[in-house]
């Protein structure tokens, strides 16, 4: 919660999404001793609110479970709706992507790191919530080529809807990121530890907050 939080004015809503090592089974707290997006994103915002739920998979219960979670902390607190941001990173990017699949026009942003896109992408377009994906080019887990796919796909899908370029490029942000760049971070795994990098980019985490 923001220092000195009293609901009396709106804050924004930070969800943050953990990938395999932060789900519940693994021990409560898990997600934020493994995952630094929650941290790192309040040197963005200062009155903003960080979820940071603890899933229990990265499939439809927990797309549902963080819908669900969601909508109920815009019924419980003074929150603005156009402040309202998602992330999440390998499994947790999955888990984001079948969100977004779902009930899209709950965020004003996601990010989308390291991952596969499963959720469904007409639905997403439809409600033209920008979506940044980012990932290693040789992304040993899940390689770059499924977040290419997808970001290629949602482009062609707004651009049979009449969007010029300039706004398909406002609505989907493409990031593989080369090996140099990992190199220059001291990473060598491009995925098991490539969030570590991601979280404290300031040009992916201030595309998310328009920073």
């Known amino acids: 919660m923001p220092d000195g939080y009293d609901g009396s004015g709106s804050v924004a809503l930070f969800v943050t999404l953990p990938g395999y090592q932060g789900l519940y089974f693994q021990g409560v707290g898990a997600n934020v001793r493994t995952e630094d997006f929650g941290f790192e ?93 980012v990932v290693g080019e040789s992304d040993e887990y899940y390689g770059s080529k499924p977040a290419t796919s997808a970001a290629h796909e949602l482009e062609e899908i707004y651009r049979s809807k009449g969007l010029d370029e300039a706004e398909v490029a406002s609505l989907v942000a493409l990031d593989v990121k080369p090996a140099s760049y990992f190199e220059a971070g001291g990473v060598s795994n491009q995925h098991g530890r490539g969030g570590a990098l991601f979280c404290r980019d300031p040009q992916i985490m201030g595309w998310l907050f328009e920073d």
């Open 41 to 133: 994103a309040q040197a963005y915002d200062t009155q903003m609110i960080v979820l940071a739920p603890q899933l229990s998979d990265w499939g439809e219960t927990s797309a549902r479970q963080t819908i669900a979670l969601v909508e109920w902390m815009l019924r419980a607190y003074a929150i603005d709706r156009q402040r309202v941001y998602l992330e999440g990173y390998s499994g947790g990017g999955e888990t984001l992507s079948l969100v977004m699949g779902m009930r899209p026009q709950l965020f004003c942003r996601a990010l989308f790191c390291a991952s596969r896109w499963d959720g469904e992408l007409n639905v997403l377009a439809d409600a033209r919530v920008p979506v940044y994906l």
